[in-house]
């Protein structure tokens, strides 16, 4: 492999920043740099290269389906590549190109059902960041939205969210994750990103979202229903007794090490399908259940 795509994988393992479309799409921009520098001798060697680096980007972030899915669908393409080296390398580009545009035009097609599903005039109580929740939020700035969002610690993506909707003009309250259940109070909804979709009908997303999902479980009483914004490329076959969990640095708490104190930094879990409300991807709305 090149040293650049060394390095960018590194990145992509490394981010914290970034939600699980959006790494998906810098996947496929690695990839797509790749084919055009790898060296080659031809274009069944360039093909073999090429799997090999994709099975890098499937396992360097388990927790994220939309890198696997979109990865395998990139795979698939190769299997075509044109016979002659140059051209080859180009149709793999390409090839990549053309899933990051599926993307975007997924991503817009999902900003524009929540933004109908959660209407005008609404408080909504959201969790770290999300591309694709701060695109459907977006569509609503202007329209009486007002927004809470906890802070997602140990990194604060919260923190992140709340400063790009600011900039839209969107009111913005920053909760610590332990105010969870407080910033429910007189929310008419709670809007989740995922990471994942799994096939037994929950979902993998930031830690933090368990217990706010949960506490909207006890106000449903009070009509809080949970949503989760989830493109189709998140959908994933593993379910949550298999599914696996990415742990990071423990450094990242910001704590001492301590003798027998253990640490732990757990970033993603699961959240039951029995607790949300209904799932929008870009196909539409659809009840949970």
Known sequence: ??????????????????????????????LAALATTLPAQDVDALR????AAAAQVRACRPS??????????????????PPTLAVARRAAADAATRLITATHAATAALAGHIATLLGRDRTVLTHSFSSTVLAGLA???????????????????????ATRLAALGIPVSVYTDAQAALALAGADAVLLGADTRLADGGCVNKAGSLPIALAARAARAAGVPVYVACEQVKRSPARAATVALERMEVAELGYPEVPGVTLCNTYFEVVPGALVSAWVSEDGVTAAG
């Open 139 to 161: 569509r609503l700035a202007g329209h009486g939205l007002q927004v809470r969002v906890t802070e997602a610690r140990p990194l604060n993506e919260g923190w992140t969210l």
């Open 64 to 81: 994220m389906a939309p890198l696997g899915n979109l990865t395998d669908a990139w795979q698939a393409e190769l299997a075509g590549l």
């Open 1 to 30: 492999m090149t040293p650049a795509f060394t390095a960018g994988l590194a990145a992509l393992a490394a981010d914290r920043r970034h939600g699980a479309t959006e790494l998906a799409r810098s996947s496929l921009e690695l």
């Open 48 to 51: 073999a290269a090429l799997c």
